[in-house]
């Protein structure tokens, strides 16, 4: 009877102790599920709107401003070299002598023979003078009169000669000495000192280039010219920006200004070639190089911009997360167009005003609701204004954060692509 008793009180202890197991279990989901259903603050930005510039690249050639070559006018050995390759030079600096002692004696000569003849001239005018006179007075016949002054007007002939001579001498002589045409920087000598110039030819001695400032040509295409003309309000406003991309991808410091435009396109490749100059205070572009002449096309108005950290891409089908009023999230398709300083332009897809998942998207899932707090759009970036076509206007549209334009960067080595496609 005692066993039983005893039997008895170990069940009940035994179901009351499950019971409270069961009840404190059933508390902590309950809390859990609480906590769980409580929105999680997460930060948001907003889809703005600005003008964005379509900026086009194309490969460009540097050529020098001007290009002087210096050769030999007259044969004979060069005796000096006066200065030092690759080295600057000034418009009248002496740079070659040739042997001049030839064209000395010739100069000697050709002055020899007008002294000469002017003596005879002199000679013969006085004859001619006197027999005049006599002419005049009837002593001597019309036949004699006219022989005199037949030689007369001979050695005046001559002598006119003997100038020309003296003065051809004279340039020749000239020629020896060899001076700079214009200002620039000489390049390597071609004929060393002690060598035959002249013979036969016009000897190439030297080359002389003014790269300061620099040509940089390059052709664009029909399409590129057609978009540029029809942005007509940036045309009007004045020139569009040019900028120059160097070979390690740094941007040359100083701007561009157009020089020349062709006529026509070529028929061949369908593009139009453009020249453009630019400064090169510190020589720094050298005629020959290849470097990425960016130029803004035209303005896209009234774009809108999300942070790149905010875009998904699934087998290149490119998302974004947005978040309704009351926080609930949302897959949303989008279409993109150009990205640069970790923005992108939204073709389709996104409004401006948008909230926009911008940080943890792994961490979330479509239907998912969270507290939207919302943060400026790239508080990091320290860049100016958004820029349009025109130099120095500014065409920002931003409602709330103010934050960098995006300036499209395209491959060209084509010569004949654009950001915009």
């Known amino acids: 009877m005692v066993s039983s008793v005893l039997r008895s009180v170990t069940v009940s202890c035994v179901v009351l102790l499950f019971s409270l197991v069961l009840a404190g279990c059933s508390g902590d989901k309950k809390k859990d599920q609480a906590v769980e259903q409580e929105p999680v603050p997460m930060k948001v930005v907003k889809a703005l709107t600005r003008d964005v510039p379509i900026w086009g690249e194309w490969v460009g050639q540097i050529s020098a401003h001007e290009t002087v070559e210096v050769r030999a006018r007259v044969a004979g050995f060069l005796i000096r070299k006066n200065f030092e390759e690759g080295r600057s030079v000034k418009q009248g600096d002496l740079l070659f002598v040739i042997d001049p002692k030839p064209f000395e004696e010739d100069l000697k000569q050709a002055q020899s023979g007008l002294e000469y003849n002017q003596a005879l001239y002199a000679k013969a005018a006085k004859d001619l003078q006197r027999f005049k006179k006599l002419f005049d007075e009837g002593v001597v016949s019309r036949d004699e009169y006219e022989s005199y002054e037949t030689q007369a007007a ?64 390059f052709n664009v295409s029909e399409t590129d010219y057609i978009r540029a003309m029809r942005d007509t309000k940036a045309r009007e ?185």
Request: proline share 8%; hydrophobic share 35%.
């Open 154 to 217: 001979t050695y005046k002939a001559q002598l006119a000669d003997n100038k020309a001579k003296v003065e051809n001498a004279r340039i020749q002589l000239g020629y020896t000495k060899i001076y700079s045409p214009i200002d620039g920087i000489i390049g390597r000598v071609q004929v060393d000192v002690g060598n035959l110039v002249g013979q036969g030819e016009n000897t190439l001695l030297a080359t002389i280039s003014t790269i300061d400032p620099v040509y940089v040509s």
């Open 237 to 421: 406003s004045g020139e569009r920006p040019i900028h120059l991309i160097l070979a390690d991808g740094s941007e040359y410091e100083e701007p561009g200004s157009y020089d020349m435009v062709n006529p026509t396109i070529d028929p061949q490749t369908g593009t139009l070639g453009i020249r453009v100059l630019f400064p090169n205070p510190g020589d720094l572009l050298k005629p020959g190089q290849y470097a990425k002449v960016r130029v803004c096309v035209a303005n896209n108005k009234n774009a809108v911009v999300i942070p790149v950290r905010a875009i998904m891409d699934v087998q290149g089908m490119k998302s974004v997360y947005l978040v309704d009023p009351d926080g609930t999230i949302r897959n949303q398709p989008v279409k993109l167009g150009t990205e640069s300083m970790n923005l992108a332009v939204v073709a389709e897809g996104v409004q401006a005003g948008d909230m926009l998942l911008s940080e943890g998207i792994n961490r979330v899932k479509p239907g998912m609701k969270i507290k939207p707090v919302v943060v400026p759009m790239d508080p990091d970036a320290q860049q100016p204004a958004a820029q349009g076509c025109e130099a120095g206007a500014s065409s920002a549209q931003d409602s709330e954060e103010s934050v960098p334009a995006p300036v499209p960067a395209a491959g060209g080595q084509d010569g004949a692509k654009t950001a915009a496609e």
